[in-house]
């Protein structure tokens, strides 16, 4: 087993191992090998979490803002001097091939525990004058925080959540999903050995039904999700029983909108980026790839020729470009998808086959928005293009969705790139480029997409509440 962390958990700054919990398999998904055996949380696993980080949020919380980002800056360093080996740990844990691993996934995960640490001592409340008296406001940690994860970008997202909220003082205990398990671990070791205090970033492992008994925790004072819509409703109602806070990073079925007067390679560049990578287990992707009829046969031409030259194949090695799905289960359903296209009258421009548990990068032309592929998330390298008319039309099939997570724009005329953003009913949005997510920018879904933002300054605000403070200057006068 080549990946075999200590233990399953790593609770109060130790690993924690309990054999009674329900084992765990962790396989590679390019090879089917079973790469770590952990334990799903026991109730004492998840009771000892939930208790190291009530005990340790408050001592915390009291510290000078600026040693709580010097702690996380310096996490921030330990990841980016180790790339090579996390990098290599993603990709046995996901399948994703390397290429994207070195850049994308640790990387990412530094560069917000490097903003979060540096934000940290900037975060002010303010005094309001109210004429001799005066109020004032101080933002303040909410406490306990419960983070859980998905597994498309699994140490990306354990960072991404753990870094504003421990910037802002809370505790966090995390649950990756339980088809990725090992990044998480990783960063915990690495909090530690950056100095962060025992007790404030906890993993726990566990399938669904451990990430429900922490939402309804009485300790816990914030639930973050990454995860599907139905999964998403379900904790979102879980954790309204308690009034705690949420941040629900769900699914999408984001429009790439592609005008007449773009330039052909940026968009068919784009456009594959917003499919392809990860092979297409990407939230934010844009896979309804709207194409305006004049540019439709040039797009398609380069598409395929372009989408063609994809290389499939070992994770591992620096030549390939897209790996297997995650799951049997999840290349089930995608070829189901694929097949069902093909039976909806979709036209295959491109792959549609497989090879094990590696899906070829498919497009389809002539998709109609009744079809499944039009209104269902495939998260698989399968692309939908439909063929538009105008910028009205556009807009409002491109709005008919329940989703709201993303959407892109190409055209070289700069005022219709804002008009037509501005109409778009989507939280994180591109003009002229796809699925750049940098730290700085702020991420997240509108309609049932998600509620809250992760990244940016917003994320502090999620992970953070107001206490507003009036100060009486004079006596008292009481109408009494
Ligand atoms: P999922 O919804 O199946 O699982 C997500 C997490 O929730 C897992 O850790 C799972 O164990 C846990 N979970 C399941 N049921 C639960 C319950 N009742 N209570 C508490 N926790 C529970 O999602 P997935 O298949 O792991 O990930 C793919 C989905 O995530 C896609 O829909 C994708 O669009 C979405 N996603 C969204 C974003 C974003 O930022 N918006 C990012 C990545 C993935």
């Not at 949020?57 to 921030?76: D, H, N, S, T, Y």
């Not at 994308?104 to 530094?110: E, L, R, V």
């Not at 001592?121 to 994860?149: H, K, M, N, Q, S």
């Not at 290349?331 to 094990?356: F, R």
């Amino acid at each position: 087993m080549i990946a075999q962390p200590k233990a399953s958990h790593y609770i109060d700054g130790n690993w924690l191992e309990d054999t009674a919990g329900a084992p765990l398999e962790v396989i590679n998904p390019a090879t089917g090998e079973v790469i770590a055996r952990l334990h799903e949380a026991t109730p004492a696993i998840i009771d000892a979490a939930l208790n190291a980080a009530k005990r340790a949020q408050a001592e915390w919380a009291a510290r000078k803002p600026v040693e709580r980002g010097r702690i996380l800056r310096r996490a921030a360093d330990l990841i980016l001097a180790q790339g090579d080996s996390l990098a290599r740990l993603e990709t046995l844990d996901t399948g994703k091939p390397l290429q994207e691993t070195l850049v994308a996934d640790w990387p990412s995960g530094a560069d917000a525990l490097e903003y979060f640490g540096g934000l940290a001592a900037t975060v002010t409340g303010e005094t309001i004058p109210l004429g001799g008296d005066f109020a004032y406001t101080l933002r303040e940690a909410l406490g306990v925080c419960v983070g859980i994860g998905a597994w498309n970008y699994p140490s990306q997202i354990a960072c991404w959540k753990s870094a504003p909220a421990l910037a802002m003082g809370n505790a966090m205990v995390f649950k990756p999903s339980e088809m990725t398990p090992l990044g998480a671990l990783r960063l915990a070791e690495i909090f530690t050995e950056a100095g962060l205090p025992a007790g404030l970033f906890n993993v726990v492992q566990g399938r669904g039904a451990v990430g429900a008994s922490l939402v309804t925790d009485a300790r816990v004072d914030k639930v973050s999700l990454t995860g599907s819509v139905p999964t998403g409703r379900k904790v979102y109602a879980a954790a309204a029983e308690g009034v705690r806070h949420v941040t629900m990073e769900l699914g999408g079925k984001s429009p790439l909108i592609i005008f007449d007067d773009a330039d052909v390679e940026s968009a068919v560049g784009a456009a594959m980026m917003a499919n392809f990578y990860s092979a297409g287990q990407v939230c934010s992707n844009g896979t309804r790839v709207f194409v305006q009829k004049g540019i439709r046969k040039a797009f398609l031409e380069r598409l395929a020729a372009r989408a063609e030259k994809i290389v499939l194949g070992d994770p591992l090695d620096m030549a390939t470009q897209m790996g297997p799905l995650i799951s049997p289960a999840q290349h089930e359903k995608v070829l189901a998808y694929i097949a069902g296209a093909c039976a909806e009258g979709a036209t295959l421009v491109t792959g549609g086959g497989n090879h094990g548990q590696f899906v070829e990068p498919t497009v389809f032309a002539d998709v109609t928005d009744d079809m499944t592929i039009a209104r269902e998330e495939v998260f698989g390298p399968v692309m939908a293009v439909f063929d538009f008319d105008d910028e009205d039309e556009v807009i409002a099939r491109a709005n008919a969705t329940e989703f709201g997570l993303a959407a892109g724009v190409f055209t070289a005329d700069l005022t219709r790139a804002h008009r037509v953003i501005g109409a778009l009913e989507a939280g994180t949005c591109w003009i002229n480029t796809y699925n750049l997510t940098p730290v700085e920018m702020p991420f997240g879904g509108v309609k049932m997409s998600g509620v809250g933002r992760e990244n940016g300054k917003a994320a502090l605000e999620y992970y953070s509440q107001i206490k507003s403070v009036y100060v009486g200057m004079g006596p008292v006068d009481a109408p009494y």
